[in-house]
């Protein structure tokens, strides 16, 4: 059987009947009503334009046999629940990749906008730093160890630059704000502190699998922080990285999340290491924030859902505001 993609999950609306269409599984939790006992699953569904909830009634002890980050066809009919769009399921199944085609694929999962561009960019910043030794080691670790993975991995299951493009979108991102702040204090090693920002997050390559998918198992067993160190290390040693640099480069990445309880074995102790850590939580908070604002403003309210990370709801400013 061949697939293809025919409803976003933005043009659902409660009062379609018998859509039969794909979709990506993000989340699935079981219960069941209090007052009678039935059994079922809520599901959270996917697309490249954003999310869809799905609910559907099961047989005792009945489980739907897919798993977070596949492709699933999913029927039923589009009703609302609580204010959301729900999708009332009759039947969810697992479609096997090699029934889609690319242009499907490409209708499923989120990307990012400027993929060449971002390219260009890492490589334009990775041409600026003056130091040969680091240029050296951005060039072997980003263009001919990982190129392929780096360019394509999400940054995040689901908070921030949670799209195909989006690891390579946000560290460039990063390391230009750590470029740009980097200027004001003259005793930031701007090449050290860019080289940091460029490589702080390519344990994620091991550690993320598709865009709302689950993680690896190996992100699982060490998350990125770990396979971060690890990799950066081997790649230092492969290429005779001077051990102050090395150690230098490590602390970043070990200390990069800022706090030992946001997942910092260490917290910065080096001014690179603490623009780094500063530039990776804005760009991230800001990346989320967008997101908000812009499924709000499309929506037509004012403030937004509440978000957990930002411990707040956003408000949408009116557009006539010089």
């Not at 379609?16 to 209090?34: A, E, N, P």
């Not at 730093?129 to 689901?158: C, D, G, H, N, R």
């Amino acid at each position: 059987m061949h697939y293809t993609k025919r409803i976003f999950s933005t043009e659902l609306q409660p009062g379609m009947t018998s859509i039969r269409d794909l979709f990506v599984l993000q989340q699935k939790s079981y219960g069941s009503k209090k007052k009678d006992g039935s059994h079922f699953v809520n599901v959270v569904l996917s697309d490249m334009k954003g999310t869809v909830k799905g609910f559907m009634e099961l047989n005792d002890g009945q489980m739907i046999s897919v798993e977070n980050g596949q492709v699933v066809c999913c029927s039923g009919n589009v009703g609302e629940f609580n204010s959301d769009v729900t999708i009332y399921l009759s039947g969810i199944e697992k479609v096997d990749l090699s029934e889609i085609d690319e242009s499907t694929m490409a209708l499923l999962y989120p990307s990012v906008s400027n993929p060449e561009e971002l390219k260009e960019e890492l490589r334009s910043l990775v041409d600026s730093v003056q130091s040969a030794e680091m240029k050296l080691l951005l060039e072997y670790v980003l263009l001919e160890k990982i190129w392929t993975e780096f360019i394509k991995k999400p940054a995040a299951k689901s908070i921030h630059h949670a799209r195909v493009g989006g690891l390579l979108e946000h560290s460039v991102h990063v390391a230009q704000i750590v470029d740009k702040l980097s200027s004001f204090y003259p005793e930031v090693n701007r090449d050290l502190a860019v080289t940091g920002a460029l490589l702080h997050d390519i344990g994620k390559v091991e550690e993320m699998s598709i865009p709302g998918g689950d993680y690896t198992d190996n992100g699982k067993l060490l998350g990125h922080v770990v396979h971060g160190t690890l990799m950066l290390s081997q790649f230092a040693d492969e290429l005779g990285i001077d051990e102050g640099l090395k150690q230098a480069l490590l602390h970043i990445v070990l200390s990069h999340h800022g706090e030992k309880e946001w997942g910092s074995p260490v917290k910065p102790k080096t001014l690179e290491a603490l623009l780094v850590s500063m530039a990776d939580r804005t760009d991230a908070y800001l990346d989320h924030a967008q997101e908000i604002y812009r499924d709000t403003k499309a929506k037509g309210l004012k403030w937004s859902r509440y978000s957990e990370p930002l411990d707040v709801s956003i408000f949408v400013l009116d557009e006539d505001l010089d």
